[in-house]
């Protein structure tokens, strides 16, 4: 079965400076996606950064960027130039390729952004 | 607006009463599931469902049910009601083929004392 883990339950930045927060994960299959989702306050799930593990190139949204490691299924998440909108609760997920396959996420990493 | 909609987004009921949490999306989504989000577990899947009339079991499916009659709603049922149910839930929806992005609900907040 895919695990993911997340083994930092908390972490600070203050404000402007760069974050990076850790995911590894377990699996067997080849091919497949690796997701990091934000929860604010308001609890709503919302996509932050996408990876298609066939693709050797970091994904990047604007201030946000990954480390992709197959080799290591490392998946860590840099924040740059951290915004106080940035704290929240951050979830690294994987999916395998295929119809029927579920989300599989880590426990967490709950940031605060400090001024 | 694309958009996955729950309700109540807050309940909180007894052991035993039987209650179902909505879930409606409108974006001719084939795929929906429904997770619980408990802390220090991260969000576990419940139940899945690839398209009308087809359903089947997440990791954590004892004490749910669900139903899937039309392709837009995909309703979570507890029967019976325990408090270890008092959880997060969410509804969540994706196309089924390639690494479509999935859309969750806002997340209901259910207490059972």
Known sequence: ?115 | EAQVTQNPRYLITVTGKKLTVTCSQNMNHEYMSWYRQDPGLGLRQIYYSMNVEVTDKGDVPEGYKVSRKEKRNFPLILESPSPNQTSLYFCASRHLAGGHEQYFGPGTRLTVT
């Open chain 1, 1 to 115: 079965a895919q695990t993911v883990t997340q083994s930092q339950p908390e972490m600070s930045v203050q404000e402007a400076e760069t974050v990076t927060l850790s995911c590894t994960y377990d699996t067997s299959e080849s091919d497949y996606y690796l997701f990091w989702y934000k929860q604010p306050p308001s609890r709503q799930m919302i996509l932050v950064i996408r990876q298609e593990a066939y693709k050797q190139q970091n994904a990047t949204e604007n201030r946000f960027s990954v480390n992709f490691q197959k080799a290591a299924k490392s998946f860590s998440l840099k924040i740059s130039d951290s915004q106080l909108g940035d704290a929240a609760m951050y979830f690294c997920a994987y999916r395998r390729t295929g119809t029927a396959s579920k989300l599989t996420f880590g426990t967490g990493t709950r940031l605060q952004v400090t001024l």
